[in-house]
């Protein structure tokens, strides 16, 4: 079976801070493989690198995290 993450996880994966995966979540750019209630999702593996090969093809990554 393919590995699922929680928004904070693939946040943390990214560098991105959990907001900034919810709002791709929202706008369709990560799919979730099964949403809970309106915040708690799971999000396949398949899904993560769909999502990086997406930004690489077109050269663009949102902001990450400020520290």
Do not use: W
Request: hydrophobic share 30%; glycine share 2%.
């Amino acid at each position: 079976p393919e590995s699922t993450y929680s928004p904070k996880e693939v946040a943390q994966q990214l560098g991105f801070c959990t907001k900034t995966v919810l709002s791709l979540i929202k706008k369709g750019q990560i799919h979730p493989i099964y949403r809970i209630n309106a915040r708690v999702f799971r999000i396949p593996e398949s899904s993560v690198q769909a999502y990086l090969r997406r930004c690489r093809d077109m050269d663009t990554l949102p902001p990450a995290k400020r520290e």
